[in-house]
C-alpha cells in the first residue's frame, strides 16, 4: 500500500495519461485528412461547386490528395465533353428533322402529309427521350397505362398503308 500511494504511482498514472492523450492527437491529426477524403467522395458533384482536397498531412496523405484533385479535374473535364458533344448532336439531327417537316408542309395530300408530320413529331419525341437521358435529366416520368393491344393493331394499320401484308390477332384492349 506505501507503493500504490507514492510518486511512483503518481509518475505512472501521469505517463499513462499523457501517452494516452498524445496517442489520441496523433491518431486525429492522422485521420481527420482521411475524414475529409471522404467528406469530400460524399459532396462529390458534377458541377465543380466542391472546393478542390486540403494537400496538408504527411507525404502519403498530401500524394493521395492530388491524385484525387486530378481525378477530380478529369471527371469535370469529361463530363464539359459530354455536354459539348451532347449538344453538338442534338443540334446535328435536330437540322434535319426540321427541314423535313417544312418540306412536308408543301405535301398536297392532307391524309399523307398528316402521317408524315405525326412520324417527324415522333422522331422528334424520341431524340428528346434519348438525349434526356443521356443527360442524366433526373426528370422521372410518371407511369401510365398504355393499351398494347391498340398500340399493336395501329402498327399493323401503318404496315398496311404502307402496302404490306400484315395482320394483328389478338385482344381488343390489353392494358
Not at 18 to 36: D, M, Y
Not at 45 to 69: D, F, Y
Not at 139 to 155: F, G, P, R, Y
Amino acid at each position: 500500500p506505501r507503493f500504490l500511494g507514492g510518486p511512483w504511482m503518481m509518475t505512472l498514472l501521469f505517463a499513462v495519461i499523457s501517452v494516452t492523450v498524445l496517442g489520441l492527437w496523433a491518431a486525429r491529426a492522422l485521420t481527420a485528412p482521411l475524414s475529409s477524403f471522404a467528406r469530400a467522395a460524399e459532396t462529390f458533384s458534377l458541377n465543380g461547386a466542391a472546393a478542390p482536397l486540403p494537400e496538408r498531412g504527411p507525404e502519403e496523405i498530401r500524394s493521395v490528395a492530388r491524385a484525387l484533385n486530378r481525378m477530380r479535374e478529369r471527371i469535370t473535364g469529361l463530363i464539359d465533353d459530354r455536354t459539348r458533344m451532347l449538344a453538338a448532336i442534338s443540334h446535328d439531327l435536330r437540322t434535319p428533322i426540321t427541314r423535313l417537316r417544312l418540306r412536308s408542309e408543301f405535301i398536297e395530300d392532307e391524309a399523307h402529309r398528316g402521317q408524315m408530320l405525326h412520324d417527324l413529331d415522333q422522331m422528334r419525341s424520341m431524340l428528346e427521350s434519348v438525349l434526356s437521358f443521356l443527360r442524366n435529366d433526373s426528370k422521372l416520368e410518371s407511369m401510365t397505362l398504355v393499351d398494347i393491344a391498340t398500340t399493336l393493331q395501329l402498327i399493323a394499320d401503318q404496315f398496311c398503308d404502307m402496302g404490306s401484308k400484315v395482320s394483328y390477332d389478338g385482344p381488343a384492349h390489353a392494358m
